[in-house]
């Protein structure tokens, strides 16, 4: 999807990545506990592929740059370099939005326009149009184009707007080339958006999609052969909400990715344990862990989570058998988990902690329950005055309270998350889940051979990596 435009510009994309968290005492701790820590380099290293989609998409006459914030904050030679581009491009999450913000003050300031776009601003046009010269609402990519020749034209319009859905069969091929590939320990590629659960309190691309849809398998593997033409051996993250909606799709893509020999990770809701056949494809094409929206182990504080159907709380009861089943085919699960849910009053953390310990799991991530702007649950909350503050943006870190709990009041909610995430993340408790799984993957490894089966060796290699 190119496109012409009179006059070549030069662009800078700029991704806002990185962690934040606003409670000082959760962050000093989380630094010093190995689990928490690694899981939030994995986030903050992952580039913008939003980003990188938009930079594909851009006619060769353009010269085009990516940036990351980190970079752009501890170099000021660069950040002065920004003032020589005629078009700067920001995608930004909403704890990162005042950090966009206050970048984009400073580039029109000196002269640059600045255009912003990803959920935060399609759901707060009228807050980002104080700080933007454009601000892209939905998806990218139906946009760009318009953008691109507005920019050089000199006549950007204030608000883009995405006429219809994009079309993934139209999807470009993003700028893998212009990453610092040694910066970054996983690339992302989406293979699909949307979710057909439309949990509430859900901020991922379903607020920018109105159904599911999926990327053409050739289109997925040409992005996997480019990042693997930059990179020997790379490990990629499927960014999709949910990747195993349409179990048919995968179970003609994964003997091609297996192929292509790579390690992968992504996130899908529990139903694939109840489908062996695809589990052993996963495992055989690469995939290494899954990270599974379990939310509670709680079968009543699942209740009312999606705005469609009660479906996780139905899968509840089997939620152990289901880990045991996907963990059994050399496939680790990431727990994750919601605390302070309407349900969850203060047993709700020993509950977590007791399951996590129950039921095996490799690992595990537990997080806040957050209100993110233009979600059913922000709305709700907004409805019943229990709101600390309506644009608390930075508080949007999955790991900060920004609401009154039902059934606890926030001074519990935060000391019970704090003494969970000590006793979660230990190194003790850390080791000891790790070590578990690992010697789960040697027993089948030896279990293949004596059953006269071959060897499958990367069993036992990923019994090494933990």
Known sequence: MKTTSTKG??????????????????????????????????????????????????????????????????????????????????????????????????????????????????????????????VIVGEGESCWPEVLQDGASGRLKPVYRSSKSFDLADAPMPAFELLDIDKYNRITVQTSRGCSHRCEFCAGSVLLTPQYKQKPMEKVLAEVDKICSIWQRPFIEFADDNSFVNKGYWKELLPELKKRKIRWFTESDISIADDPALLRLMHDAGCVQVLIGLESPSRSALGGLETRQN????????????????????????????????????????????????????????????????????????????????????????????????????????????????????DFNTAKRRGRFREMVRQLARQKRKNYIVPDSRLEQESMHG
């Open 311 to 426: 479906w996780k709380q139905n899968q509840a009861a089997h939620y152990r058998q289901s880990i045991e089943t996907i963990q059994s085919h050399g496939i680790s699960v990431n727990g994750c988990f919601i605390l302070g849910l309407d349900d969850h009053g203060i047993e709700a953390f020993d509950e977590v902690y007791r399951f996590v310990e129950q039921a095996g799991l490799h690992e595990v991530q537990i997080t806040i329950l957050t209100p993110f702007p233009g979600t059913p649950f922000y709305q709700r909350l907004a409805r019943e005055g229990r709101l600390l503050d309506d644009d608390g943006w930075e508080k949007c870190t999955l790991f900060d309270i920004n609401y009154m709990p039902k059934q606890m009041t926030t001074g519990e909610l935060s000391a019970g998350f704090k003494q969970l995430t000590t006793r979660l993340y230990s």
């Open 9 to 134: 510009l030069r662009i800078g994309f700029v991704a806002m990545s990185g962690i934040r968290v606003v409670d000082k005492e959760l962050l000093e701790m989380g630094l010093t506990l190995p689990g928490f820590v690694e899981r939030s380099k994995v986030i903050a290293s992952l580039p913008s592929l939003g980003l990188l989609t938009l930079a594909g998409m851009t006619p060769d006459c353009h010269e085009v740059h990516y940036f990351e914030i980190d970079d752009l904050q501890s170099s000021p030679v660069t950040m002065e370099e920004l003032s020589g581009f005629d078009l700067i491009a920001i995608s930004t999450l909403s704890a990162q939005v005042g950090e966009g913000y206050r970048l984009a003050d400073s580039l029109r300031e000196l002269g640059v326009s600045v255009v912003m776009g990803g959920l935060h601003v399609s759901c707060c046009v009228d807050e980002a149009m104080d700080h933007v010269d454009s």
